[in-house]
């Protein structure tokens, strides 16, 4: 067992936009143990989403004090007297909201990786102003049960080619 093509593993899942669907496929398909790579697609995956959710309060802080400070520097000139734009919403954004008017949180975490991305769904999640611990939570759950889904998928799936050539 070479250690470091797992530790590239969870690097490539740890990686946003490179979900549990594709690290786990790929790396079981080049013979890796199926099990230490579900589990370091599972760690890599999930402590990012961890740390996005310790750290989006502050964030969310940091950017309502710079917007403030940026529109105080402005007072007087005509830009901050023009009404702002609403922002535009990416098709994933929607996808993701519409999930969330459906399903709340459990749906929109469960549907993530293949839909939005789970670190991508765990910042709407909190801009939707769910509890950071229900969001860790439900995070936590849906990417054990895709990484396990996929292994197993992965495994089996590889076997039936094996067998047919």
Not at 58 to 75: T, V, Y
Not at 129 to 146: E, F, G, H, N, Y
């Amino acid at each position: 067992m070479n250690i470091w093509e797992y530790i590239l593993v969870f690097i490539m899942a740890a990686t946003p936009w490179i979900e549990v669907l594709v690290v786990i496929p790929v790396a079981i398909a080049s013979g890796l143990s199926p099990f230490w790579v579900v589990m370091a697609a599972f760690v890599g995956n999930v402590i990012p989403v961890w740390i996005i959710i310790a750290i989006y309060e502050k964030w969310e802080i940091w950017q309502s004090q710079r917007k403030s400070r940026k529109s105080e520097g402005e007072k007087g000139s005509y830009d901050s007297q023009v009404e702002e734009q609403p922002k535009k919403i990416s098709k994933r954004g929607n996808r993701a909201r519409k999930i969330w008017n459906r399903y709340g949180l459990p749906g929109l975490a469960l549907l993530a990786p293949a839909i939005t991305g789970i670190h991508l769904a765990a910042v709407m999640a909190l801009a939707f102003k769910s509890p950071k611990r229900s969001t860790a939570i439900w995070m936590t759950i849906s990417l054990a049960v895709w990484s396990i889904g996929m292994g197993i998928i992965s495994f089996y799936g590889l076997s039936l080619f094996k067998g047919q050539a």
